[in-house]
């Protein structure tokens, strides 16, 4: 009854959100407030309706009601309840309805939190948001219903794929979604923004925090999907370019450039037909990631539930989307005149920088995720695009882009004269240094470790000459950086969060050590400094899977750090092996171990690495999210609403 | 979805968590460090995206021995490589080749970069012109009485 009340209550949802598309619409243009008045109504009530849905599936799941088909086969009653409620996002269905659940839960925000923006903006806003809703209902509706019932329901499910039993990614769908769905009230603010025909400093000032929540989401959900595929897939890599992770990433580069953009946008009232469109492309990208992930047209480790008929919907509304939005950026874009001017030594211009290699380093991910898809399609060739081609044509432009950052960000706006950049010339010489340094210590291996610990140093050491600066000379300095605004904490943060992130990677690309053997029981293996032992190796049982549990004893000098309690798991549900790394983590370096089959001699196969900064990749991701939060809580996105108002008292 | 169950079994099936097993390596630490750097470039027929060193499939522990007989053989690495391509076509190149039609793949984005940025070049200069140009020749005419004024 409750699943018929909640499909009965997403049919309901569907037409408010048709409504609540269409009126407002027309009230906006025709400044009839009694019709643009119901936008927030609408916005809000679907939020209500999508959540009882929701609420009901999470019941359906943890109740485990096996006459609904995906409770069927994504559930069973042996799961823990963390990977009940994980379940339910597990899938196709369920996961699309968390989608739809958080767009109109953003719908909702915004009908709140934008009750001073001007009325037709609002209205506006709120209804692109409510057709982006009305379309993806109809997709849940038509092709994906979660709320389907099986004419015989079994006494038990199919489980849930043992992969996602794990509570990295039991969370890292819902960031994800936060991220990708964040993107559409950007979306709809540039829509509306081109239907109002105006684009000024307010309005960037309006949409920062939205493109900034996004991010942030983007950035968690993006981080802790790599840390999952570090300890989840058993040879400790980090990234591996899959079509589903460029999925994710694409909408981040363009999220990233919007960030930057629409600072230009509120502040100097320049970029603004570029941040419209940057605001248009980040969607854009969302939905295709979305088209990626679920029309299989792309084969990938980690995409599920794939058909063409959902791919081909979910086609025709980025076709929609996305293809009518630059339709009507195309004829509207003129009318976003730019005010300022600025030289080509100077804030703007060094923002423009960031933003073209965000974007070509984006449009590089994008050619070689659907590269194979193009050659097989016009060349009928069958080929691969893998991580050598990403390394090689996506790093330039983000090495590129690590060299300008601490100097872009020390610039003064519109007109900078070369001395600016004088603080920065020791810094420099230091990070050149440190280059020297570890090329030194290293000779004849490869420049990537160097080169990145110089970068990353460049720009974590740029950020502290950037905040020196911001205070300074004199008495009371303390005091000053106390006094700095949050926004310009934010900045910093960030950017330091990204030279930790860049420090990871090149530590641990450059700096790994791996060892391979079979190892007897009592054995001791010694790498890089440490000494493992392999203590026991042992079957047992969890709730719902048999493992093999390993012990292994991790020692430095003699002395015994840790035991290291690696995994092979059996789900005979799914009937699905999984592994569970070993890892030690300390602050300079992880020691990870595998331990696989028993051989013909009796011995185990084990794998060991040590991998110098591994935690400095997800520190750094935490570190950048931590640095937009901070950003976001700045005074004068608070108090941005009140201060219109006081100008337009002023203008009277 | 069956299919991609299955094929995700076979990949992750028997020797979990370590593709390269003890008894394939080579003992000649160059040759099996040059063997790993090929593997990585080698993608699995079987999996999703995954190279021949990282992947647990049959077909993947084939290839990685095969690689390493080419090895001891005394064969180059881009011989090993296009032994390997000649017999299961470009689709196990995980670095496409810079050549013919790739190039379109490869020069994506330093082209893009060079038109943004002759791009930017002609508007800076159509800016500056403008900018220059804004006054009439009126205009100065008043501005040269105020100043004299």
Redesign the interface.
């Known amino acids: 009854m409750l699943n018929e009340l909640a499909h009965f209550g997403l049919n309901i949802s569907l037409v408010l959100a048709v409504l609540g598309s269409i009126v407002p619409l027309i009230g906006a243009s025709l400044r009839r407030t009694d019709m643009m008045q119901i936008a927030p109504v609408f916005a809000i009530l679907q939020f209500g309706l999508v959540g009882f849905a929701f609420a009901a599936l999470i019941i359906a799941f943890v109740g485990s009601d096996f006459s609904l088909r995906v409770v069927v086969l994504n559930s069973h009653t042996l799961k823990p309840m963390l990977y009940k409620v994980a379940g339910v996002w597990g899938n196709h269905e369920g996961s699309l309805l968390l989608w739809v659940l958080i767009l109109t839960m953003f719908a909702a925000c915004a009908a709140w939190f934008g009750r001073n923006l001007p009325h037709t903006l609002y209205a506006r806003v709120l209804a692109v948001q409510s057709a982006i809703t009305a379309a993806f209902l109809l997709f849940v509706l038509l092709t994906s219903n979660p709320f389907e019932r099986v004419s015989l329901p079994p006494f038990n499910g199919q489980g849930l794929n043992p992969l996602l039993q794990d509570p990295g990614l039991a969370f890292h769908p819902p960031f994800l979604y936060l991220g990708y769905v964040g993107l559409s009230v950007t979306y709809s603010f540039a829509i509306a923004a081109l239907l109002e025909g105006k684009v000024d400093a307010s309005w960037g000032r309006w949409v920062r925090p939205w493109t900034l929540a996004a991010w942030i989401f983007l950035t968690i959900g993006i981080g802790m999907g790599s840390w999952w595929a570090y300890y989840e897939l058993g040879w400790g890599g980090f990234w591996f370019w899959d079509p589903v992770e460029n999925a994710s990433f694409m909408p981040w580069l363009i999220s990233t450039a919007l960030l930057h953009s629409a600072i230009v946008v509120e502040k100097r009232e320049s970029l603004k037909a570029w941040t419209i469109l940057l605001a248009i492309l980040a969607f854009g990208f969302s939905l295709i990631g979305t088209f990626i992930v679920r029309s299989g047209v792309l084969t990938s480790v980690h995409a599920f539930a794939s058909d063409p008929m959902r791919g081909a919907f979910i086609l025709y509304i980025l076709a929609f989307f996305f293809g009518g939005a630059l339709l009507l950026f195309a004829v509207r874009a003129k009318v976003m005149e730019s005010r300022g001017v600025f030289a080509v030594l100077s804030r703007e211009s060094a923002l423009v920088a960031n933003n073209l290699l965000l974007a070509i380093s984006c449009f590089v991910v994008f050619v070689g995720t659907v590269w194979p898809l193009i050659a097989e399609l016009i060349m009928d060739r069958k080929l691969s695009v893998g991580p050598p081609f990403f390394d090689l044509a996506f790093t330039p432009f983000i090495v590129a882009l690590a060299v300008i950052l601490p100097i872009g960000s020390t610039l003064p706006w519109k007109r900078a004269k070369s001395r600016h950049l004088t603080g920065l010339w020791p810094v420099a010489l230091l990070c050149l240094g440190l280059v020297g340094l570890a090329w030194a210590m290293q000779t004849g291996r490869s420049l990537l470790g160097p080169v990145g610990l110089g970068l990353a140093a460049w720009l974590v050491v740029g950020v502290v000459v950037e905040l020196y600066q911001r205070v300074g000379r004199g008495a009371g300095k303390i005091m000053r950086l106390f006094r700095l605004r949050l926004a310009d904490w934010g900045k910093a943060t960030a950017h330091a969060g990204l030279g930790i992130t860049i420090f990871g990677v090149a530590g641990l690309t450059a700096w790994q050590v791996e060892d391979i053997r079979v190892m007897q029981l009592g054995e001791t293996v010694e790498l890089a400094g440490y000494s493992l032992t392999l203590n026991s190796v042992e079957n047992t049982k969890g709730p719902n899977y048999l493992t093999t549990l390993s012990t292994l004893e991790l020692r430095r000098n003699g002395v015994l750090l840790t035991e290291l309690k690696p995994e092979r798991r059996y789900y005979p549900v799914a009937e699905m092996p999984t592994i569970e790394a070993g890892i030690d983590s300390a602050f300079f370096r992880d020691v990870y171990v595998v331990v696989g089959d028993q051989q013909d001699n009796g011995g185990f196969a084990v794998r060991t690495f040590v991998k110098p900064l591994a935690n400095w990749i997800w520190s750094g991701a935490i570190i950048m999210a931590l640095g937009g939060l901070i950003s976001m809580f700045d005074r004068r996105y608070r108090v941005a609403a009140s201060r219109r108002i006081n100008v337009k008292k002023a203008a009277i | ?1 069956k299919r ?1 169950m299955t094929i ?2 076979l990949c ?12 394939e ?1 080579l003992n000649d630490p160059i040759l099996e460090t040059r063997a790993r750097v090929i593997s ?2 080698l ?1 699995c027929t079987q ?5 021949i060193d ?1 992947s647990n499939a049959d077909i993947a522990k084939d290839l990685r021995l095969l690689v390493r007989r080419r090895l001891v053989a005394g064969d180059s690495d881009t011989e090993v490589v296009n032994y390997v391509v000649a017999r299961y ?8 080749n810079i050549i013919g ?2 190039l379109v ?2 020069l ?2 330093p082209f ?2 060079l038109l ?1 940025l002759f791009g ?1 070049f002609l508007l ?1 200069r159509k ?1 500056e012109n403008c ?1 220059i140009a804004k006054l009439t020749d009126q205009e100065e005419k008043k501005i040269k009485d105020l100043l004299l004024r």
């Open positions: 979805m991609s995700f079994i992750f099936w028997g020797a979990l968590g370590s593709a390269v097993e003890p008894n390596l990585q470039a993608r999996c999703r995206n995954e190279s990282e076509g470009e689709y196990v190149l995980l670095k496409p039609i790739n793949l490869w994506s984005g893009i970069l943004t930017l800076s800016v900018s």
